[in-house]
């Protein structure tokens, strides 16, 4: 067993700690003891397996009261739960995770397998986002927050970068609630179909929960509301592939792009 470390001064910002057992400044821990096996899976056990632990408040709250959890840290409460950026890395990481199981435990075919024959543009941007999901995660959010904002403009609650807060939140937590899921489907996979809609509808359901609460309107106005948001992005995305495929075409015709220099990119 090693012996008690004498500790003076806080090792993260300095101030006094003699006689306390946490730093008054910023409170952190004193730490009079070296590291140890016990003492580093007592250390994990306590963030991430504990019931009151951060981590696990959180997913509680975003799940039965994501309001309160948004609102919060909006308005600059940062203690009560884990903070934005580290959990959107933390869905991040499993959304990686996730893909990896997907293809190699399991062996089921990537979305752009699936795709075979479709049109360059499609099969392109379907195979970086499925190997780099965060990049599919950073090119949405900016475009559902601009949806949401302009969905909700006449209440004149949230400016654009609330909505972007807002949708990171709505997308780390439903990929969160569907982890275990996704796996669990993976094991049946011949019902892969099914589930997607299964997963579809969560994902519908939780974020017409999240903004009735949020702007405090009744679930039909958010039914319609969500009909038509749904209607406009189906209407951009198409709109943006019938220009992208044009330009990609223009560009091939003339000589300035071909598909081998992304088959070399990749």
């Known amino acids: 067993m090693k012996e008690s470390i004498t500790i003076s001064n806080c090792k993260n910002c300095g101030h006094s700690v003699e006689n306390v ?6 409170g952190a821990k004193k730490i009079t003891k070296g590291i140890t096996l016990k003492s580093l899976i007592t250390e994990i ?3 991430y397996l504990n019931v009151d632990s951060t981590l696990i408040r959180t997913i509680k709250d975003l799940t039965i009261k994501p309001h309160v959890v948004i609102e ?3 308005n600059g409460v940062r203690k009560k739960h884990l ?3 580290s959990y959107f890395l ?9 893909s990896f199981i997907k293809e190699k435990a399991f062996h089921i075919a990537s979305e752009t397998e699936k795709y075979d024959g479709k049109s360059e543009m499609i099969q392109l941007f379907l195979e970086t986002t ?8 950073f090119i949405f959010i900016p475009f559902y927050s601009l949806m949401s904002r302009f969905i909700f403009r006449k209440y004149r609650k949230y400016n ?8 990171a939140y709505l997308i780390a937590h439903l990929t969160m609630l569907t982890f275990i899921p996704y796996i669990i489907t993976f094991i049946f996979g011949d019902y892969l179909e099914e589930s997607s809609f299964i997963f579809l509808l969560i994902q519908l359901i939780y974020a017409t929960f999240l903004f009735k609460n949020l702007y405090n309107v009744s679930y039909w106005k958010i039914i319609v509301k969500g009909f038509v948001g749904f209607l406009l992005i189906f209407l951009i995305i198409v709109g943006i592939s019938v220009i992208g495929g044009l330009a990609y075409k223009i560009l091939e015709e003339n000589g300035l792009i071909n598909q ?3 088959i070399s990119l990749n």
């Open 21 to 26: 057992n946490f730093c008054s400044h910023c």
């Open 45 to 47: 056990s306590e963030v």
């Open 72 to 74: 919060e840290y909006i």
């Open 83 to 85: 903070n934005l950026p």
């Open 90 to 98: 933390l869905s991040l990481t499993l959304s990686t995770i996730l």
């Open 130 to 137: 499925e190997k780099y999901p965060t990049l599919g995660y």
């Open 160 to 167: 654009f970068i609330e909505h972007s807060v807002i949708n």
């Open 260 to 262: 081998a220099s992304f």
